[in-house]
């Protein structure tokens, strides 16, 4: 069975990737893949634009959203926030605040 670009097995449905010219699933399924299939339906391409730079200002410029705070350590007033998906997608994401002043990190309570 083929969905989009990924083919599953059609006995119990699991992800087949291919290996030595052959996809093989634990339940016993198997097919043989020509180049053609292989090229087709899990050929990756590589960067769009290897030639990118990545901009570097200084070791004290944060790229991160700020907000005002007042950190517990060292009373500094600015902070800088990011949200992780630290559990189960089905939860909430976890924020986290660094202080801007002493490098202080702690997750946010809402």
């Not at 969905?3 to 087949?16: A, H, I, Q, T, W």
Request: charged share 30%; hydrophobic share 30%.
């Amino acid at each position: 069975m083929v969905f989009g670009d990924m083919e599953f097995c059609p006995n119990c449905g699991k992800m087949l990737m291919p290996k030595k010219g052959m996809i093989k699933c634990g339940c016993g399924y198997e097919k043989s893949l020509t180049d053609d299939d292989i090229e087709e339906q899990y050929h990756m391409e590589g960067e769009k634009k290897p030639d990118a730079k990545v901009i570097v200002l200084d070791k004290d410029s944060v790229l991160l959203p700020s907000k005002e705070i007042t950190c517990y350590k060292c009373g500094g007033t600015k902070g800088y926030w990011w949200t992780v998906q630290t559990r189960s997608a089905d939860e909430a994401p976890t924020n986290f605040i660094r202080c801007a002043k002493c490098g202080n990190t702690w997750r946010s309570s809402n």
